[in-house]
């Protein structure tokens, strides 16, 4: 019996990108869970019990901190993750109203996060 090329099933599974995007979205959803009732506990809360002074949260310090390549990646990380974790939501949202169509709206939102990211590191270049 003669087999034809089409004929045979694909063993191979086809590559996505999509464990990538899936990981910058779980990063990000962590970060946000984290990040965000940490800060909101230290100064909400710990300022007014007086746990922190407002002398530790003074311009001065949180410049130096802020602009610290530390600090940088701190700040980045809570800046840019929740972006793709955003991005992501929005993409797979416009996918279940069906409104993403092909790979444009792909990349619309992680160019976008792209774009947001590098914008956000140009400022904090040019800042310091």
């Known amino acids: 019996m003669r087999t034809n090329n089409q004929d045979t099933p694909q063993t191979t599974p086809r590559r996505s990108?999509?464990?990538?995007?899936?990981?910058?979205?779980?990063?990000?959803?962590?970060?946000?869970?984290?990040?965000v009732p940490a800060i909101a506990l230290l100064v909400l809360?710990?300022?007014?019990?007086?746990?922190?002074?407002?002398?530790?949260?003074?311009?001065?310090?949180?410049?130096?901190?802020?602009?610290h390549p530390l600090g940088l990646g701190v700040v980045l990380g809570?800046?840019?993750?929740?972006?793709?974790?955003?991005?992501?939501?929005?993409?797979?949202?416009?996918?279940?109203?069906?409104?993403?169509?092909?790979?444009?709206?792909?990349?619309?939102?992680y160019g976008s996060a792209v774009l947001l990211s590098a914008v956000a590191l140009w400022l904090w270049l040019t800042a310091s």
Not at 90 to 105: E, F, Q
Request: proline share 4%; with cysteine.
């Open 78 to 109: 809570a800046l840019v993750l929740p972006l793709f974790h955003a991005m992501h939501r929005i993409h797979h949202g416009l996918h279940d109203l069906k409104l993403a169509h092909g790979r444009l709206t792909k990349w619309l939102c």
């Open 17 to 35: 990108d999509e464990p990538i995007w899936w990981s910058l979205f779980s990063a990000g959803g962590v970060c946000v869970a984290v990040l």
């Open 45 to 67: 809360l710990g300022v007014p019990l007086g746990l922190v002074s407002t002398e530790q949260l003074n311009y001065q310090r949180l410049h130096a901190l802020v602009f």
